[in-house]
């Protein structure tokens, strides 16, 4: 039972968040088949956000994950590829004299594409 009196608090705190590739395959050899278990996380941070409570703050990570996790069935000597993460960080302004959109009175625009593309292999072998 809470007194009538009694408060409450709140307090922060600090995590650890990880961004970045993992993964692994597992190879099972099934009758001349090679069955492969494929699990893979990718994690992205995409902002940091400060949090303010009672006169402290803390930083909180927004991110966004992407995972794999499937049985495959190789033949001998063959090679699987996994592809589709693609992360876009093409940054764009627009620059000129009045609108920006404006081409005759010198509006334009510039660009920088920068596009990452993970891409992961396995061959499959048996000895």
Known sequence: MLATNAGSSSSLSPGVV???FMGSVTPK???NRILLHVNFLLQTLL??????SNGSSIQAPKTSSTSLDDTVTLQ????LVLSGY???ATQRTRNGV???LNWLLGGGGDAVVEKTHVVVTVEAHTL
């Not at 902002?47 to 303010?52: D, P, V």
């Not at 001998?76 to 090679?79: A, E, L, Q, R, V």
């Open 29 to 31: 050899i099934i009758d």
């Open 18 to 20: 990880m961004s970045g």
């Open 98 to 100: 009045g609108s920006a």
């Open 47 to 52: 902002s940091i956000t400060t949090i303010n």
């Open 86 to 88: 693609v992360d876009d």
């Open 76 to 79: 001998n000597n063959s090679t």
